[in-house]
């Protein structure tokens, strides 16, 4: 089943939002949650899983296809955005937190994406969402984000959304990269990918860069984000009020200055 084609522009910054602009009959699908807006004639609707061709072959393929997203902490469900209308139509979907929306043309990757999870943000229908199940267990328990590496495949136009900047590394045969867990976004099929575990007391108590790494080996390309969403959340969240409604004092008397303004103690 090929891949419908459609058209797009990314629009923004630091807080991004993809414009897809779907024919007549052509249908987009996307995480929920994901949407924007969407122009009067494009018609949503709830599907197990990607709707691709691999789940058209009965109720318990869905099912299960479906069910292996959940292993990715994902829904059961996707939406399809699918053109009603006479004339061209227009789906906005935006990214979840500040970073950037990349565009990937599976057509150009070799018909397969390997990204982390919660990376997918929407893609033209007939492009498969599924997991990447890796032989090792230390890959699988400790590559990076929730753990899981999710998979594109097909020919059509997929998007992933990453947080702070992204870095693209082609690399040639037997070129190694370390990479944070957290910041590997994306690779091609044909990048080994690996986790390494970085040793040393010292190293492993105090360095605070986490007890692992990725180790990816070309030949191919990999994306990798500046600012791990897992890390940003452990800024504000270290930064946020405590439960007893004190604030952290930022090590400075302006911390308390701004505690007698709010009214605290």
């Known amino acids: 089943m090929y891949a419908h084609e459609i058209d797009y522009k990314i629009y923004g910054d630091d807080m991004q939002y993809v414009e897809i602009e779907l024919d007549p009959a052509e249908t987009v699908i996307a995480e929920a949650g994901s949407m924007m807006m969407i122009d009067p004639n494009i018609q949503m609707e709830t599907i197990f899983g990607d709707g691709s061709k691999q789940q058209s072959n009965g109720f318990m393929d869905k099912l299960f296809s479906a ?32 970073g950037k929306i990349l565009p990937m043309d599976l057509s150009l990757l070799g018909g397969k994406l390997i990204c982390q999870k919660d990376a997918f943000l929407c893609a033209a229908k007939g492009v498969s969402v599924g997991i990447d199940f890796r032989k090792k267990l230390s890959v699988g328990f ?124």
């Open 67 to 98: 069910g292996k997203r959940v292993l990715t902490g994902e829904s059961l469900f996707m939406t399809a955005f699918t053109n009603a209308g006479q004339l061209k139509e227009k789906a906005y979907f935006a990214a979840p937190y500040p």
């Open 142 to 265: 400790f590559g990076g984000e929730g753990f899981i590496l999710e998979k594109l495949e097909g020919d059509g136009m997929a998007f992933i959304h990453a947080c702070g900047a992204i870095v693209e590394r082609d690399l040639a045969l037997g070129e190694i990269l370390k990479i944070d867990t957290g910041c590997l976004v994306a690779m091609t099929q044909g990048v080994h990918y690996d986790i390494q575990f970085i040793g040393g007391i010292k190293n492993t108590l105090f360095g605070g860069e986490g007890v692992f790494f990725a180790t990816v080996t070309g030949p191919g390309k990999v994306w990798i984000q500046s600012l791990p969403f897992s890390r940003l959340a452990e800024r504000v969240f270290s930064a946020a009020p405590s439960a007893g409604g004190s604030r952290k004092e930022e090590g400075s008397v302006l911390g308390m200055i701004g505690n007698i303004f709010d009214g605290d103690n």
